[in-house]
C-alpha cells in the first residue's frame, strides 16, 4: 500500500500563505493519482486539488488560482502551496493516492482513493 505523511499545517491570518507537504512512499504506478482533500469541523471531506502520475492538475473551483499541487520527478513528494487563504479554508487537510488508474478532470471523490495520510491541520483567522 502506498504510505503518505502530512506535515506544513498551522494557524494564519486571512490573506497569508502556508505549504503543505506530504511524503509518499511505495506509490510506484506510472498511472496513479495523487490528491489533496480537506475536511472542513462538521462537513463532508472533499476534494481540493488532484495530480496524476503524467502531470496533469485538477483543481476545486473553491481553490482555483489560489492553490498549486505540485510533486517531485521522483514522485514521492506532494505539495500544496496555499495562498490567500480565507477562513473558510479552515481544515484538516489529507493526502491521497489512487493507483493504477489516473484520476479524470470532472471526477475524483474521496471514493475512488485507496490510501490516505493521517491529516495535518490548517486554521485560517479573520
Known amino acids: 500500500r502506498v504510505q503518505l505523511v502530512e506535515s506544513g499545517g498551522g494557524s494564519v491570518q486571512a490573506g497569508g500563505s502556508l505549504r503543505l507537504s506530504c511524503a509518499v512512499s511505495e506509490y510506484k504506478s506510472d498511472t496513479g493519482c495523487l490528491a489533496w482533500f480537506r475536511q472542513p469541523p462538521g462537513k463532508e471531506r472533499e476534494g481540493v486539488a488532484a495530480i496524476n502520475s503524467g502531470g496533469t492538475t485538477f483543481y476545486a473551483d473553491s481553490v482555483k488560482d489560489r492553490f498549486t499541487i505540485s510533486q517531485n520527478n521522483a514522485k514521492n513528494s506532494l505539495a500544496l502551496q496555499m495562498n490567500n487563504l480565507r477562513p473558510d479554508d479552515t481544515a484538516m487537510y489529507y493526502c491521497?493516492?489512487?493507483?493504477?488508474?489516473?484520476?479524470?478532470?470532472?471526477?475524483?471523490?474521496?471514493?475512488?482513493?485507496?490510501?490516505w495520510g493521517q491529516g495535518t491541520q490548517v486554521t485560517v483567522s479573520s
Open positions: 491521497a493516492a489512487r493507483t493504477p488508474q489516473y484520476c479524470s478532470r470532472t471526477h475524483w471523490p474521496k471514493e475512488i482513493f485507496g490510501d
